[in-house]
């Protein structure tokens, strides 16, 4: 009886480390993420208050806005993301959160023409109705037993649905179908939130070295990045008041 008690408290007290090393791990992932969001929030507005004075673009917003750097500017922040994705293995993760930073700093300057659209106020707004929803299923993903990773497959398709209407409708300019890519988007986003922080939380072993545990949560941020930012971006489009 001894014997099965001291089993039984050595295996509590490993659980109990494993549950403290995967809060520790999460709080990186969540910082991480955290940063980056706040230096894309300041190079946008930094962006914004260069390219723009009194009402009228300046050399600089001109250059970012209507010159063929524009489409630079959009598309590096795509081709950046995946070529992180793709030699993240090989990176020391030092020079993958530099990476990442980097790519958010880019983020910021493409997401930095939504202050010519949008007025500040709704823009505000709506960035405080994402972080809600984000919180609310990302807390949803961890705490579930519920296994989620049936809904990965209809995510992603949800998700390249997405990307074709888009496309298709930068030719067409549909109101309604803007609206209808806007509120699926929504509900893709809002479950990809959910799905990642399961799997970024599943992702967790205990016996990684602090190299390979700082690259899975560099990376296990950036997912949770891009869910926000899309999640933000779409709600924007639904709720955001234009100039």
């Known amino acids: 009886m001894a014997l099965e008690r001291r089993r039984m408290t050595r295996a509590q007290a490993e659980a109990a480390q494993i549950d403290v090393g995967l809060r520790q791990y999460m709080l990186g992932v969540y910082n991480h993420m955290t940063i980056g969001l706040a230096i894309t929030g300041l190079v946008a507005l930094g962006a914004h208050f260069a390219a723009v004075q009194n009402g009228v673009l300046t050399p600089f917003g001109q250059a970012i806005y209507l010159s063929p750097l524009k489409w630079v500017i959009m598309l590096a922040p795509i081709?950046?993301?995946?070529?992180?994705?793709?030699?993240?293995?090989?990176?020391?993760?030092?020079?993958a959160q530099v990476v990442f930073w980097i790519y958010a700093a880019l983020m910021g300057l493409s997401l930095s023409s939504i202050f010519l659209i949008y007025t500040g106020e709704s823009i505000t707004r709506v960035f405080f109705i994402a972080a809600g929803m984000f919180a609310g299923m990302s807390l949803f993903g961890y705490t579930t037993k519920r296994d989620l990773t049936g809904m990965g497959s209809f995510l992603f398709m949800g998700l390249i649905g997405i990307l074709i209407a888009s496309v298709v409708n930068i030719f067409l300019a549909s109101s309604a179908l803007h609206f209808a890519i806007s509120v699926i988007g929504v509900l893709v986003f809002a479950g990809l939130t959910a799905y990642d922080t399961q799997n970024i939380k599943n992702e967790y072993w205990e016996g990684d070295d602090r190299e390979v545990q700082a690259k899975k949560s560099i990376y296990g941020a950036l997912r949770l990045y891009l869910d926000f930012i899309n999640l933000f971006i779409m709600l924007l489009s639904l709720f955001g008041n234009r100039e």
């Open 79 to 95: 081709g950046m993301v995946f070529l992180f994705a793709a030699r993240l293995h090989r990176m020391a993760s030092s020079t």
